[in-house]
């Protein structure tokens, strides 16, 4: 498929709503951060926060925001 493992790429496919390109990083065991879900959250692409979701363990952050982890689990999906 020639993806470049970084996290510029993936952040590049959450930002586009690749839920492929996601996906395999994701199952490859590579980190997130919530701040890359600004964008896609305000351009509604559901698919892509979903599949982020499912791996809660890989978000990359000290303390997550529950209330957005509530939000978007609940109310935008």
Same mark, same amino acid.
């Given at each position: 498929? %020639?993806?470049? /493992? ?6 590049? =496919?959450?930002?586009?709503?690749? #839920?492929? $390109?996601?996906? +395999?990083?994701?199952?490859? %065991?590579?980190? /997130? ?6 964008? =896609?959250?305000?351009?509604?692409? #559901?698919? $892509?926060?979903? +599949? ?17 982890i509530t939000t978007l689990s609940h109310d935008q999906l």
């Amino acid at each position: 498929m %020639g993806i470049t /493992w970084d996290a510029f790429t993936m952040r590049a =496919a959450i930002e586009r709503n690749d #839920t492929r $390109v996601t996906a +395999l990083f994701l199952q490859g %065991g590579m980190n /997130w951060q919530l701040a890359w879900t600004e964008q =896609a959250f305000a351009a509604g692409h #559901t698919e $892509v926060l979903q +599949l982020l979701l499912r791996y809660p363990a890989l978000m990359d952050e000290v303390k997550p925001c529950r209330r957005f982890i509530t939000t978007l689990s609940h109310d935008q999906l």
